[in-house]
């Protein structure tokens, strides 16, 4: 019999039959958390949340969970072993291997590091620690404990090299900032910023980023003491930069923004001459896209070999996209064929839409996706919690029910191959106006119990769960209830060409119309009419995708079938809509 858990796909479930009803207790109403985001203005806004306690048929107390190896993975699943992190699919899933075999899937921490430039910090260190190596080594046993077996390390490759070091030390992704230490290199600050990415334009079109790229990657390896990194088997992999500030009108602005004779400037315009597109003010939607697959792919090539040929044992993880990218098309349609896995800042979304999910590894060509941050801040705390992305709600106990209520959207993925919390520690606090509640610890090391309670009861089931998700995989790759009763609560923006993102609308036509021209709704669905070379297509409830006949070119969405959604692709659209709205 299977089991289905209750909105699992975090909407109001679908019905089932009096048959399962009779085998399987009723499922418990989901929690609601009030919490302040992104769109939700300066007010709370209460949001429908499942944790564990709402899978059907699932004992978290008495699930039958694998042993794990000293490297979090399974001990029970293996494939070939490589010495090193490896990505395989198996039966549909991604999975990384372990240095031994094991199937292995990340639960870890971002920014497991001291923050040691801060007075109020080092004063609670060294109240409580003897050595940096005192702190790490206690660590790890306190995270192991909590049921992480992975951690990011950004920033400060000192602390890295030590952690590397470490009794019972974690798997660990590393951090490069190629490009922000070119800026630094070229001496651009003033026009590209510092991190911050001005402007929409990166200078990774230089004449002298490639050579800059492998020799910083040389140096990062070679010169700064970490050779040793490179034979590493703790290490998971490696990302190049952090949240780049890719733009969809870049094109535009290396033109309009770069003066005449700037090196980037000279590259774009060669680029033009060679396809023929005439230099001028406001390029078309697909010149802007054929544009960003040779910006970004040139970035993505270039970082890619830079670390592979320095380091060949390590998986290249990409660059942390955030959530400002997550609709560009063209991005990861340009990342794909460079990354092992992509690594994404997943904020703003209460759910972990397994829609989008799909289209992002359907677009790389099929790559997995690790999600490198995310998190909620509580009011409880006593902190500001106005600095950063992620979600604000009234206690602990709530950041502990977020957790477990997007995990386990995540593991329903088969594309995701883990998650970090974003962060270990509580940010800025010797700061009265940035700081916020971001760790699962205070700045002086006293842990929230409330919210690591939750995290270490998900992450304890971890594999038993993937387990209970493959079995109902016929149930959850439906997910007709996640689809069909949403409704859409904002409109992201497209990226280039109109067709690079989903929109997500409220089911009102006039906002497809005015972006689209054509949308009517008639008494069993919607029809759609589109510019000349676009198609509709159904995202079937296997998760497949087809294209839908026009009829007298109209394209009938209809109400009665069953989908995950439906997508406009082509010049002129690309949008996502509940096939009930």
Aim: hydrophobic share 40%.
């Amino acid at each position: 019999m299977s089991r289905l858990s209750v909105l699992v796909c975090f909407m109001t479930i679908s019905a089932l039959s009096a048959a399962v009803w009779a085998e399987e207790a009723a499922p418990k109403a989901p929690i609601v958390v009030e919490a302040m985001g992104r769109d939700t203005g300066a007010a709370f806004r209460p949001f429908e949340t499942h944790t564990l306690a709402h899978l059907v048929g699932f004992d978290a107390g008495g699930a039958d969970n694998p042993e794990r190896n000293a490297y979090g993975g399974r001990t029970d699943r293996r494939a070939e072993a490589a010495g090193f992190f490896r990505t395989r699919k198996i039966d549909g899933r991604w999975w990384l291997v372990d240095p031994e075999g094991c199937l292995w899937y990340g639960t870890g921490l971002c920014q497991v590091r001291l923050e040691l430039l801060s007075p109020l910090y080092v004063k609670a260190f060294e109240a409580k620690y003897e050595s940096y190596m005192d702190w790490a080594n206690e660590q790890n046993v306190f995270l192991r404990s909590l049921g992480f077996n992975c951690a990011t390390h950004w920033q400060y490759r000192d602390q890295l090299l030590r952690f590397a070091r470490s009794e019972k030390r974690l798997p660990y992704i590393a951090a490069m900032s190629i490009t922000t230490h070119f800026i630094l290199h070229i001496g651009e600050e003033e026009l590209y910023g510092k991190g911050k990415y001005r402007d929409g334009i990166l200078p990774v079109l230089h004449p002298e980023f490639e050579s800059f790229a492998h020799d910083y990657a040389r140096r990062w390896f070679e010169e700064q003491q970490t050779p040793e990194l490179r034979n590493d088997p703790y290490m998971i992999g490696i990302t190049t930069d952090n949240e780049l500030g890719w733009h969809p009108e870049a094109l535009d602005f290396f033109l309009t923004k770069l003066p005449p004779g700037d090196p980037s400037r000279a590259v774009v315009e060669a680029w033009l001459d060679k396809n023929g597109i005439e230099k001028r003010s406001g390029f078309t939607d697909e010149e802007r896209y054929r544009f960003g697959l040779f910006y970004a792919g040139t970035y993505y090539r270039i970082a890619a070999e830079a670390v592979r040929h320095y380091d060949p044992n390590h998986l290249f993880l990409g660059t942390r996209n955030n959530n400002l990218r997550l609709h560009q098309r063209w991005i990861y349609e340009a990342m794909g064929p460079h990354v092992d896995v992509a690594t994404i800042n997943h904020y703003w979304d209460w759910d972990a839409d397994p829609l989008k999910y799909k289209l992002w590894t359907d677009i790389m060509g099929d790559k997995p996706v690790f999600v490198t941050e995310w998190y909620a801040k509580g009011e409880d705390s006593g902190l500001r919690n106005e600095g950063g992305a992620g979600w604000r709600v009234k206690t602990q106990k709530d950041r502990g029910r977020f957790y477990q209520h997007f995990t386990l959207g995540l593991l329903q993925n088969p594309g995701v191959v883990g998650w970090h919390w974003f962060r270990y520690q509580d940010d800025n606090v010797g700061d009265p106006k940035k700081n916020s509640n971001k760790g699962i610890v205070t700045y002086d090391f006293e842990v929230y119990e409330d919210l690591v309670a939750m995290m270490k009861e998900l992450n304890g089931n971890l594999y038993a769960l993937v387990d209970y998700f493959e079995e109902d995989a016929h149930l959850i790759e439906k997910r007709i209830a996640w689809i069909r009763n949403r409704t859409f609560d904002r409109v992201l923006p497209v990226g280039a060409r109109n067709a690079t993102g989903i929109l997500l609308f409220q089911g009102d036509e006039s906002v497809a119309a005015m972006r689209y021209g054509a949308l009517a709704k008639r008494s069993d669905g919607f029809r759609v009419h589109v510019g000349e070379g676009s198609v509709l297509k159904r995202m079937n409830a296997d998760g497949s995708v087809e294209p839908v006949a026009a009829e007298d070119g109209w394209f009938v969405i209809d109400s009665e079938t069953e989908t995950l959604g439906w997508l406009v692709e082509g010049p002129h659209a690309a949008f996502e809509i509940g096939a009930d709205q």
